[in-house]
């Protein structure tokens, strides 16, 4: 079964501050997706990507298959961006999710 | 893009009782649908992953007779938690895809359970 580590669990940034975080994986993959949950519950999701790199807005998620790694960066972070970020990863089963990082981002 | 609606979007209900919800794909068909259970600070954990007109197949640990899906059109599933208890109280979430399991998963916005 493929294990999700995310890091950092918990991250508080200051608005405008550049925000990275992290997902790694043990198992080969067909695809990686960052999703957005906000406090309310509902998923939003942002990327699926299985090399390279994808740009939404001011959000950047970047892939790196061979050390079976990805990243997800916030450009000029808003308070409107504080929400939980998950990871999840899709092989030969249904979706494994990590336990996401809690972003809050301080006017 | 597609779009995956959930209802009701919170409940409240007395021990014992039986709740359904609904999960709907709204603009395309959907082959299958996945049931997601979420604790407070948790993680998503995959309850059962339905293919319209068969069967759900469940993971380990969850109790097909207590969870009941139905998947009975290419836009509609439905989970019936049966006989709730208190420690049922939890975040539903459902998702779908128009292919099989491989394929891309849109989310729905969820459904907050409590039981008293």
């Known amino acids: 079964k493929n294990e999700v580590e995310q890091s950092p669990q918990n991250l508080t940034a200051q608005e405008g501050e550049f925000i990275t975080i992290n997902c790694s994986y043990s198992?080969?993959?067909?695809?990686l997706h960052w999703l957005q949950q906000h406090p309310g519950g509902g998923i939003v999701s942002l990327f699926m990507?299985?090399?390279g790199k994808k740009k939404h807005g001011r959000l950047i998620a970047t892939i790196n298959i061979q050390e079976k790694h990805s990243s997800l960066h916030i450009t000029a972070s808003h308070p409107r961006d504080s929400a939980v970020y998950i990871c999840?990863?899709?092989?030969?089963?249904?979706?494994?999710f990590g336990k996401g990082t809690r972003l809050s981002v301080i006017a | 893009g597609a779009v995956v609606s959930q209802h009701p979007s919170r409940v409240i209900c007395k021990s014992g009782t039986s709740v359904k919800i609904e999960c709907r794909s709204l603009?395309?068909?959907?082959?299958?649908m996945f049931w997601y259970r979420q604790f407070p600070k948790q993680s998503l954990m995959l309850m059962a992953t339905?293919?319209?007109?068969?069967?759900?197949?469940?993971e380990q640990g969850v109790e097909k007779d207590k969870f009941l899906i139905n998947h009975a059109s290419l836009t509609l599933s439905t989970l019936t938690v049966t006989s709730a208890h208190p420690e049922d109280s939890s975040f539903y979430i459902c998702?779908?895809?128009?292919?099989?399991?491989?394929?891309?998963?849109?989310f729905g916005p969820g459904t907050r359970l409590t039981v008293l």
């Open positions: 990507l299985s090399s």
């Open positions: 998702s779908a895809a128009s292919g099989g399991a491989a394929d891309t998963q849109y």
């Open positions: 198992v080969g993959i067909s695809a």
């Open positions: 603009d395309f068909q959907a082959t299958t």
């Open positions: 999840a990863v899709r092989g030969n089963t249904p979706l494994v």
């Open positions: 339905s293919n319209e007109g068969s069967k759900a197949t469940y």
